[in-house]
């Protein structure tokens, strides 16, 4: 079982393929696992690497809060990479695994080949921090209360995850069987000192107004959450292109497999050919009534 080590933290990868190497990093509700549809496609062409985050079994679950958190999860990105001999990856990231991957891309520039930020933003709102930290407290105690399979459960019939359940009963089915797996303490332990903790991705306007990494922003119209805090992210990058799921919801890599490997796939076939750019600034339309004219001033 191969681990590559993050400080003092094993993790735990899969990999297959050879080429150009992707990173995939899950959400919180997943573990590598949940990638499966997507190693089996891309490893076609790429060496596809998909790692459990810390707390994740079989990668270690640390007891200590300090063990945890954002700049662990966006190091934890560079380790793999390390670990696997190469310079830099392409790295596809769901949700939380979206919100490490992009501040990899802040801290590793030179590391990222492309992001993929797929359901990325859920607790960026500020008008909406306070009731997503009370949110992430009471999940955690939840976690440890009444354990991994009854939360499982509950979180599968959230209001962005029945989608997945109406689609594909029976991956809605290993979905929660998967998160009924994992470890209570270390998700209580990500809840507290990863997801609460973190800061909203709208703190890191001037950062993000400066990446020029490739970047592809994948959000369900559905995963209401997230959907402002994608266009902030569209608007903020001017590296990014905004992919939209329709009737789609959180886990849009589950949701819609064959739409997801296709985005992902022309992104990156248009990143390896030179040919994603930032965004044209004639583009940018300012107070215009019709904004497929342009005003000019005499």
């Known amino acids: 079982m191969p681990f590559a080590q993050a400080g003092a933290v094993r993790l735990h990868y899969e990999e297959v393929g050879t080429g150009e190497p992707i990173i995939f990093v899950h959400e919180f509700g997943s573990d590598a696992r949940e990638w499966e549809t997507q190693l089996r496609w891309f490893s076609r062409e790429y060496r596809c690497i998909a790692f459990n985050a810390r707390g994740y079994p079989p990668s270690d679950v640390p007891t200590e809060a300090s063990a945890y958190g954002h700049i662990h999860a966006a190091d934890d990105i560079a380790a793999v990479i390390n670990h696997i001999g190469v310079a830099n990856a392409h790295v596809v990231g769901l949700s939380m695994g979206a919100y490490a991957s992009l501040l990899f891309g802040l801290r590793y520039p030179e590391m990222a080949r492309s992001l993929v930020i797929a359901g990325c933003g859920s607790g960026a709102a500020n008008a909406h921090r306070e009731s997503f930290k009370v949110h992430a407290e009471e999940m955690a105690r939840g976690f440890l209360e009444k354990g991994s ?150």
């Not at 470890?183 to 107004?209: C, H, I, N, V, W």
Request: aromatic share 8%; glycine share 8%.
């Open 149 to 298: 399979r009854d939360m499982a459960s509950e979180i599968g019939l959230g209001a962005t995850r029945i989608q997945l359940q109406n689609k594909d009963p029976r991956g809605w089915d290993e979905f929660v069987e998967h998160l009924g797996e994992h470890s209570a303490e270390g998700s209580a332990m990500t809840l507290r000192y990863y997801q609460k903790a973190r800061p909203s991705l709208y703190d890191f306007e001037d950062e993000l107004k400066s990446l020029t990494i490739p970047v592809l922003l994948a959000v369900g119209d559905e995963d209401e959450p997230c959907l402002d805090i994608n266009l902030f992210l569209k608007r903020t990058i001017p590296s990014s292109g905004l992919w939209v799921a329709p009737r789609t919801g959180h886990a849009v890599n589950l949701e819609e497999p064959a739409a997801f490997n296709a985005a992902v796939q022309s992104f990156l076939s248009t990143v390896e050919r030179g040919r994603w750019g930032a965004r044209d600034p004639r583009s940018l339309v300012k107070g215009l009534a019709n904004p497929g004219m342009q005003i000019q001033k005499v």
